[in-house]
């Protein structure tokens, strides 16, 4: 099962660069971000896209309709797949396999890296499945084996944390 796991301590250690106003929607966000820092999501922005959720981190549609908490891989994180994973993923007949891949990164609910913190050891329900985490095993914050490099970007429809792995089901 996919874990995560938070200090206190890190989160307060992750501060970087300023991010785009809180009045910009998940998908402005993550495409401002990718622009004014080290981090890039094109990758993800277009897997998102081609499987129909990038629109619901843009108007806060029905899945995000109670703000989103979106574990957003770099493009780093999709280099490292096996060599034509992203682009197989792509391809209209696994387009089903994709999406979940994407919704496994988008929870439809807002999770701040301190309510994280205070949820240790109960289950996040996304997609009518779970994502488990449970207590503070390390000194280091981690999504589903991934490390979230940066947390807390919020959004106005949600909020993003930065992870360097993809997560899959």
Known sequence: MKKILASAAVAAAMALPAMPAQSADLATTLRVM???N???FETFIAA???VGLFDELAEGGAYCSNGCTVFAPTDAAFGALPAGTVEGLLQMEN???LREIIQ???L???FSLDELISRQGQALAYDYTFLPYTGIATPQLMAGG???VRGDVDANNGVIHVIDTVITP
């Open 108 to 110: 439809p609910q807002y």
């Open 95 to 97: 387009r089903q396999q």
């Open 146 to 148: 991934s490390d979230i």
């Open 104 to 106: 496994h990164h988008i």
């Open 38 to 40: 080290e981090f890039s």
């Open 34 to 36: 990718g622009e004014v």
């Open 48 to 50: 998102a896209d081609a």
